[in-house]
DNA sequence: TATTGTTATACTCTATAACTATA
DNA sequence: TATAGTTATAGAGTATAACAATA
């Protein structure tokens, strides 16, 4: 059972709010949640703390700051996050190379191993949210947010 | 000031994350709600609360249960909302037509004086979140929007 | 028996300010 | 003085279950 199957137009679609970008975001953002928290369940993750396991897999070193500021988080959250995910050995800190007050945020083995199996569980999330459109549409789709968000 | 001229492409933005339709979707979500709750202080709402008094100008004539399930919200939330709105004399309840189980949530004659003005701040409000891309793209966004929830 | 609206409650997320250590 | 990380706390948003009225 894919989610198209049970996507019905809903008789307020006609009404001008679903032309909002902002509410097509927020349903869209929604629904996807959903999906992927169920996903990420099994491996004991949330969106958020996969995401910062997977910034800390990227290989570009970086520091809480980064993640806050990418992520829209206040370093607050990451604190938590990382912490959390420390406690459970799938990341660690480091000392900032060059800035003694900066902590970088590296995987563990372990970490990299569970971020493996939930990057495919996302991956097959996204397919299944953008199963209504093509290839390119969901190309372009993505084109346009990048594009929106970093000009 | 416009939003584009503080949007600098972060380092991290090279992850394999940064193309993630999960993350584009939240961060551009969490960016026009910061805009929109913004503009709509000035007329006492919220987004949420926007949302459900646009759809009670809509004409449509929606019952909770349907805002609700078009709000991605639950029919609890659009009790408090409703009751919030309807306190301030911007909407009002009516028996469902054919079930009187229902309540149909109606504007006022202020409700729709205070969404007119709502509304126009609003669609300032995506103009500028969408200032990086062409009207064509914005389009194309909205239209790759609607297929993915409603294909 | 199922559904609409309602109330209540607990949980997650978000926003803010203050503190420390470094710069 | 400014910034990175941390701690603490309050507010907003979310999820769940139970109930009365109606179907």
Redesign the interface.
């Known amino acids: 059972m894919s989610v198209?199957d049970e996507?019905?137009?809903?008789?307020?679609?006609?009404?001008?709010?679903?032309?909002?970008?902002?509410?097509?975001?927020?349903?869209?953002?929604?629904?996807?949640?959903v999906l992927?928290n169920k996903a990420l369940a099994e491996f004991g993750l949330r969106?958020r703390s996969y995401?910062v396991l997977?910034?800390a897999c990227?290989g570009?070193e970086?520091t809480q700051r980064?993640?806050a500021?990418?992520?829209?988080l206040d370093p607050s959250q990451i604190v938590a996050l990382v912490d959390e995910l420390e406690g459970r050995g799938l990341v660690y800190r480091e000392q900032g190379r060059t800035d003694r007050r900066q902590k970088i945020v590296l995987a563990t083995p372990e970490g990299e191993r569970l971020h493996a199996g939930a990057?495919a569980a996302?991956a097959a999330?996204?397919h299944e949210?953008?199963a209504?459109?093509t290839d390119a549409?969901?190309a372009?789709?993505?084109k346009?947010?990048?594009?929106?968000?970093?000009?």
Not at 13 to 31: N, P, S, T, W, Y
Not at 69 to 72: G, K, P, R, T, V
């Open positions: 198209q996507a019905v137009v809903p008789r307020l679609a006609e009404a001008a709010i679903a032309d909002d970008v902002g509410l097509l975001l927020a349903k869209l953002h929604a629904a996807g949640s992927n969106e995401s997977r910034l990227s570009l970086p980064e993640l500021e990418f992520l829209s990057s996302i999330c996204e949210q953008l209504a459109l549409e969901a372009t789709l993505r346009l947010l990048r594009k929106a968000l970093w000009a």
